[in-house]
């Protein structure tokens, strides 16, 4: 079973920035594309962005196109997601979300993924 760890969620003010990492420890994350999903109070989980297993594709939702930033450290078996400009409305709980797929592209669809963290807590608040 692969367990993934998410960490770097926090406060911050508006237009602040934060890097969430995604970890799988003692495990790889090759072969593997990785998502990153958010669900606020009250709303259904979104999709925000995702990496190929190869890290040449990636996809973003509209509402994050310009400042959230997806990268992925191999060597490290870690996954990033790099949010700047921050806005209220991302405030959310955000999960990382890893499914084995050898295509180069990705997508951003929940169900497609087999391997959820536990989340952690972005707020953006002043």
């Known amino acids: 079973q692969l367990q993934l760890v998410e960490s770097g969620g926090g406060l911050v003010q508006p237009g602040g920035s934060l890097k969430l990492s995604c970890a799988a420890p003692g495990k790889t994350l090759d072969f593997r594309a990785i998502g990153w999903f958010r669900q606020a109070p009250g709303k259904e989980r979104e999709g925000v962005s995702c990496i190929s297993s190869g890290g040449g594709s990636t996809d973003y939702a509209d509402s994050v196109k310009g400042r959230f930033t997806i990268s992925r450290d191999n060597a490290k078996n870690t996954v990033y997601l790099q949010m700047n400009s921050l806005k209220p409305e991302d405030t959310a709980v955000y999960f990382c979300?890893?499914?084995?797929?050898?295509?180069?592209?990705?997508?951003?669809?929940?169900?497609?993924?087999?391997?959820w963290g536990q989340g952690t807590q972005v707020t953006v608040s002043s």
């Open positions: 979300a890893a499914t084995l797929s050898v295509r180069s592209t990705c997508v951003l669809f929940a169900p497609a993924y087999n391997h």
